[in-house]
């Protein structure tokens, strides 16, 4: 695998499901971020952390809970979405640091909300 | 923050064509990308340009970080072309975060 891999890659669950959204680095980083893309609203941060911790947390509800174990996993565990919540979610991962770095972008994760 | 806006929103060209991509930003950055959003969703990275010229191919970048501007060339246009292109900014002292232009959708015709 190389660049930034995500599972799965499409997702269909209710409002009353729990589900976990995967991310992996294979770059060497030590910063990994979600974003979220609704239709016809610009791509939106959610969550930053760097080396394992989290450093931004974007005013995301409480039913999306982030989680990096190390610095090439990245997880999104979801509960009790709103259809609201249905869009593509996307992990980067960069270098982080005193200057600015190049970020890379896995495929995404489709959810649907039903 | 920080304002990002990408024009034209919508663009459609014939194939063989040039066009040009603008993006205005409403502060200092340390970071621009540019990314082309294939019809699956993958952002794919074109350039990497907080200031400066860069060549790749038959795109090419320019960034003017004292106007507050990019522009994205795109030059003798094939249909693998359409998608959207998003231009993202980073500002200095706010970590490594992007802010996402509206996008500017691209479709080139046969």
């Known amino acids: 695998e190389t660049g930034v891999t995500q599972t799965p890659r499409h997702l269909v669950m209710g409002m009353t499901n729990k589900k976990s959204l995967k991310c992996e680095q294979h770059?060497?980083?030590?910063?990994m971020y979600w974003y979220k893309q609704s239709a016809k609203k610009p791509l939106e941060l959610m969550f930053v952390y760097s080396l394992e911790e989290r450093v931004e947390n974007n005013s995301v509800p409480s039913r999306f809970s982030p989680e990096c174990p190390n610095s090439s996993h990245l997880f999104l565990h979801l509960h009790t979405l709103q259809p609201e919540d249905s869009a593509l979610y996307l992990c980067?991962?960069?270098?982080?640091?005193?200057?600015?770095?190049?970020?890379?972008f896995g495929p995404g994760t489709r959810l649907t909300v039903t | 923050g920080i304002q990002v806006e990408q024009s034209p929103p919508d663009l459609i060209l014939q194939e063989g064509a040039n066009s040009t991509l603008r993006c205005n930003f409403s502060d200092s950055v340390n970071n621009l990308q540019w990314f082309h959003q294939n019809p699956w969703g993958q952002l794919i990275n074109l350039f990497y340009i907080p200031s400066g010229t860069k060549q790749n191919g038959r795109l090419s970048a320019t960034t003017v970080a004292t106007e507050r501007y990019s522009l994205l060339y795109i030059s003798s246009s094939q249909t693998t072309d359409s998608g959207v292109y998003f231009c993202a900014v980073g500002r200095p002292a706010a970590g490594n975060k992007l802010t996402f232009g509206g996008g500017t959708r691209v479709l080139v015709k046969p």
């Open positions: 770059l060497g980083h030590n910063a």
């Open positions: 980067a991962s960069s270098q982080i640091g005193g200057a600015a770095y190049e970020q890379y």
